[in-house]
Nanobody, 119 residues
Framework: QVHLVESGGGLVQAGGSLRLSCQAS????????MGWYRQAPGKQRDLVAR???????NYGDSVKGRFTLFRGNAKNTVYLQMNSLKLEDTNVYYC?????????????WGQGIQVTVSS
């Protein structure tokens, strides 16, 4: 069984910074993609940033230039550095992983972590 553990959310003032982390754990033979999505109530889940196994990172248009996704020294962990936060960045953020458990590719989601940006 594989799962994702998220940390680092919270409350921050507009213009401030937060860092989210996501660690994949379990019987993982390889990681194809890891990243973050976000979802506001009643809306679809949108891409924030994702990193694939070739090192390519894709960002959602609304966060380009402000957010940075990078992998830690432990290859099963990614960090989302969020700078110049705006009120509209308030959302629940979900870590996503496309993980290989040695037998199958698994779409894996974290439980979600709240990020609230205040004025």
């Amino acid at each position: 069984q594989v799962h994702l553990v998220e940390s680092g959310g919270g409350l921050v003032q507009a213009g401030g910074s937060l860092r989210l982390s996501c660690q994949a754990s379990g019987s993982i033979s390889s990681i194809h993609v890891m990243g973050w999505y976000r979802q506001a109530p009643g809306k679809q889940r949108d891409l924030v940033a994702r990193l694939d196994s070739s090192g390519i990172t894709n960002y959602g248009d609304s966060v380009k230039g402000r957010f940075t996704l990078f992998r830690g020294n432990a290859k099963n962990t990614v960090y989302l550095q969020m700078n110049s936060l705006k009120l509209e960045d308030t959302n629940v953020y979900y870590c996503y992983g496309l993980l290989d458990d040695g037998g199958a590719l698994i779409d894996c989601w974290g439980q979600g972590i709240q990020v609230t940006v205040s004025s």
